[in-house]
């Protein structure tokens, strides 16, 4: 484990067997990836969960070392204090292994997560692409939304380093309508991107809908399509959102890595507080 953020908030520590199968581990949910409200940021609660299941697989199989798929349901609002996971390996095959992990706080469930594994870096087979790489500046010639500036309650935003090419309409406080925006995106102190984080990256920006008005809104499910472990470097990230019917919307998120390739797809279903 390394020293960076995001690394030492989201591990994991075994506390042994559980009763129904699988193993316990403790974790601690920080105040350092809150979204507005003062609520754990969803994709952050995600990569704890994940760093429990690619243990609990690694138990039993070696040769899946990349989160494939992971769907996380969010039940409850995380905040900062202890947790406990209960992960188990549901089942390990050649290819893929899947497994699922509850994550609780007092006694209550917050998310559940089921997630596949593979080995990304052994990847093949037929590839055809019907889109492409979001068309940015690079990021030294596009402008930080915030100025730099910190927003309060919101102590994700200062986890990581947004650029896009003109200041967005929501920055000054005039909503495009169109809710689609384009950037890069990179954890401010200097983590490089790998598999185990994108689950949570595609939650860590600002939701699509800002471009409408709307300054909030709460995921209920998530699922992410990992494609390929990422290069080093800044990460050209597309969202959008095409129908908000009676305050709930869903949201298309899309990773691309420093060399053009997609890395992770994320849709969400949300709602409007």
């Known amino acids: 484990m390394t020293g960076h953020e995001y690394d030492v908030d989201t591990a994991v520590e075994l506390l042994g067997d559980h009763p129904a199968g699988g193993r316990r581990y403790a974790a601690t949910v920080t105040d350092r990836w809150s979204a507005l409200g003062g609520g754990a940021n969803g994709g952050y609660l995600l990569g704890i969960c994940v760093r429990a299941l690619r243990d609990e697989v690694a138990r039993h199989a070696d040769g899946h070392p990349d989160p494939l798929v992971v769907s996380a349901f969010f039940l409850r609002r995380g905040v900062a204090g202890p947790a406990e996971l209960h992960a188990e390996a549901v089942r390990v095959g050649r290819r893929i292994a899947t ?53 309060p309650g919101l102590t994700i935003a200062d986890r990581f380093e947004y650029r896009f090419a003109e200041p967005p309409g929501w920055s000054r406080g005039a909503p495009s309508g169109s809710p689609r925006m384009e950037f890069w995106a990179r954890f401010k102190d200097g983590r490089e991107p790998d598999t185990l984080c994108l689950p949570s990256i595609v939650d860590a920006a600002a939701p699509a809908v800002v471009e409408l008005g709307e300054y909030a809104s709460s995921t209920i499910e998530l699922t992410t399509h990992l494609r390929a472990r990422p290069a ?5 990230c597309r969202v959008r959102t095409s129908y908000l019917i009676d305050g709930y919307h869903e949201e298309d998120f899309e ?18 507080p």
């Open 99 to 151: 497994a699922e992990a509850r994550l609780t706080q007092a006694g209550k469930e917050t998310v559940r997560v089921v997630a596949n594994f593979a080995d990304l870096g052994a990847a093949s087979g037929r590839t055809e692409m019907f889109a492409e790489a979001p068309k940015l500046p690079a990021p030294e010639d596009c402008v930080d939304a915030t100025g730099g500036l910190s927003i």
């Open 255 to 272: 990773v691309w890595d420093s060399k053009g390739a997609l890395v992770a797809q994320g849709r969400q279903l949300a709602l409007l």
């Open 232 to 236: 080093p470097g800044w990460l050209a």
